[in-house]
């Protein structure tokens, strides 16, 4: 592979890293480049998985030194969300997502429009919500997003934030260090899924994941330094772009210009 190759690999996954740090669905950028360059669309579902694996090592030693991440909460939320994430990595070896990423647009659409009509839950968080053991509810919820995470990744930071803002009562930057420690915690048994399956490309993912490590590093410090109100304005810009990049828009507004 020519050598600038490499480095628009590394540049996707910088930008990349940053919004899967501070939103989610910047594997909606790493897996249309590693499908471009070659790889079949479920050998760069797995190969993705090794660029996040890093991010999340990266982001969440941030979050943890900079004091705005709960390891206790963290662990007792990824418990559900491991083993969702088993079984939607098992499904999506053998899986077309097609259906699915319709489905997940429509509820990106709904989402965008949560965010705005109550702005202060996701800044301020909800008082007196916060526990750390998982009630019943949240452990279906996070169950089922783990289930999508393992599945296909793209968009799940956006759903994690969701969960625990509304079902846990954290703010943006206390979910985002949560949600990274998520992902941590999950994404090792998704890729193992993966690996077993020989749908992992070893030095495509090494590669990306020089790219997201530096962009998570980067998104973790501004998390906390520019607040909740920055990180939602990040969120509704990835959510509105993920739907439009689920739905085909982009591919469509392309083709009038043909």
Known sequence: ?????????????????????????????????????????????????????????????????QKVLDIKQGVWLSIPAVA????????AVNFNEDLMQKFIAGLLIFMFFVILYKPDRWIKGKAGLVQTKPSLIQIFVFFGIGFYGGFIQAGVGIFL???????????????????NFIVLVYAPFALAVFIINKQVHWEMGLILAIGNMIGAYIASKVAVSWGPKFIRIILLSAIMLSAAKLLGLFSFIASIFK
Request: aromatic fraction near 8%; charge should be positive; charged fraction near 5%.
């Open 1 to 65: 592979m020519p050598f600038y190759l490499y480095l628009l690999v590394i540049g996707v996954g910088i930008i990349a890293g940053f919004i899967n740090t501070l939103a989610g669905s910047g594997s909606l950028l790493t897996l249309p480049i590693l499908i471009f360059l070659g790889l079949p669309a479920n050998i760069a579902n797995g190969t993705n998985r090794i660029a996040i694996l890093f991010q999340s090592i990266v982001s969440v030693t941030s979050f943890k030194q």
């Open 84 to 91: 969702g994430a088993i079984v939607g990595a098992d499904v």
């Open 161 to 179: 934030l969701a969960g625990l803002v509304f079902s846990v009562g954290t703010d943006l930057v206390k979910s985002n260090g949560l949600k």
